[in-house]
């Protein structure tokens, strides 16, 4: 599994959808709520299916072989 790291630099916490936009695991805003959606996406090793989920500094997230911490 591939660890990455992403720094909020804007507030206090990243919307979990956007994140995995940023982040380049889905191509758009749509398929990121999919996914989130069927349960493949998981934050904190739990599966997370709320779409604007607050991920915030300290937390995990996993989707698809990919991990990254958030800084």
Do not use: C, H, P
Not at 11 to 25: A, C
Not at 41 to 69: C, D
Request: net charge positive; no cysteine.
């Amino acid at each position: 599994m591939k660890l990455e790291k992403f720094e909020i630099t804007k507030g206090d916490y990243i919307e979990l959808n956007k994140l995995l936009k940023f982040m380049g695991w889905v191509d758009t805003g749509g398929e990121a709520g999919n996914v989130i959606s069927l349960g493949l996406v998981k934050v904190q090793n739990t599966v997370e299916l709320r779409i604007r989920n607050k991920i915030r500094v300290g937390m995990m997230v996993e989707y698809n072989g990919n991990k990254v911490e958030v800084i």
